[in-house]
């Protein structure tokens, strides 16, 4: 059962002498309910497959499909729906609304999906206390720590109930005590059978996910991709 496919994908940015080919001939597969982490040198592909796996931008050549749909083909609008309903992305540096409180990033995420006006509230609260952070639902960003804001970030990630979350570097600028609490948070989702698909450069955090896509340039290392069951525990 995959939910994500990718077949032959190129990713070139710029044209002419300026051009950095990103991408080159990535064909994978992601099952649906595994935990993915993509590991590899930087500069070497892995925030532009993560990227294009999650429909923010599309392939130069080659196709991407999300649930069979091939994601290439739809029109930007149509690419924005699906990608609201199915993916959930956190950015490496958060991307919240600086203007806005943490209950109304996770609200505006709902808004733009169209849920009724009456259920946003309830279901941001109910997310910002599952992910601790239930008394700082009207703090800005600015008031929160690293850890807290990246949470924020994740909830408004789960706002409309993904069937992927995923995750550029979730450890990246954490301190070592929010790292295990964020990777905690990740592996109780995927334990809740969400798709998980993350970049890290972090050792550890690649040894303790189900599956590793090792990028290097701009290509799957095949030699170090690995998959393995989680055992049971
Ligand atoms: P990684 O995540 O492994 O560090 P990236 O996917 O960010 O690698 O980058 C791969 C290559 O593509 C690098 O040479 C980078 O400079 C280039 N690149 C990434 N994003 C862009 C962009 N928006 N415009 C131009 N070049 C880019
Ligand atoms: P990471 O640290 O995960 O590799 P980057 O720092 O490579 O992320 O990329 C951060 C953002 O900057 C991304 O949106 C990427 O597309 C963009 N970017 C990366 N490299 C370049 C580049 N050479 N030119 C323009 N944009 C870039």
Do not use: W
């Not at 497959?49 to 196709?63: C, E, F, N, Q, V």
């Not at 609260?125 to 601790?132: E, F, K, Y």
């Not at 790292?179 to 303790?208: C, F, P, R, W, Y």
Request: net charge negative.
């Amino acid at each position: 059962n995959i939910i994500l496919r990718t077949m032959d994908v190129f990713k070139t940015y710029g044209r002419g002498d300026a051009a950095t080919m990103a991408l080159r001939g990535i064909t994978l597969d992601i099952p649906r309910g595994s935990f993915t982490c993509v590991v590899g040198p930087s500069g070497h592909g892995k925030s532009t497959l993560l990227h294009l796996l999650g429909g923010l931008d599309r392939p130069s050549s080659g196709r991407i499909l999300l649930d069979g749909v091939d994601i290439g083909a739809l029109s930007s609008s149509e690419l924005a729906r699906l990608r609201g309903r199915k993916i959930g992305f956190v950015f490496q540096f958060f991307n919240l609304l600086q203007g806005l409180t943490a209950i109304e990033n996770v609200e505006t995420a709902m808004m733009l999906a169209g849920t009724p006006e009456r259920d946003q509230t309830e279901r941001a609260m109910h997310l910002l206390q599952s992910l601790g952070l239930g008394d700082k639902t009207d703090s800005r960003p600015s008031d929160l720590s690293g850890g807290q804001q990246q949470r924020v970030a994740i909830a408004r990630a789960l706002a409309n109930d993904p069937d992927i979350l995923m995750m550029d570097e979730p450890t990246g600028n954490l301190d070592s005590s929010a790292e295990a609490e964020v990777m905690s948070i990740l592996h109780s989702l995927h334990d809740q059978g969400k798709t998980i698909v993350i970049v890290s450069h972090n050792n550890e955090i690649a040894m303790a996910s189900e599956r590793i896509i090792r990028v290097k340039d701009g290509m799957i290392d095949s030699s170090v991709q690995r998959e393995t069951l989680r055992t049971a525990q």
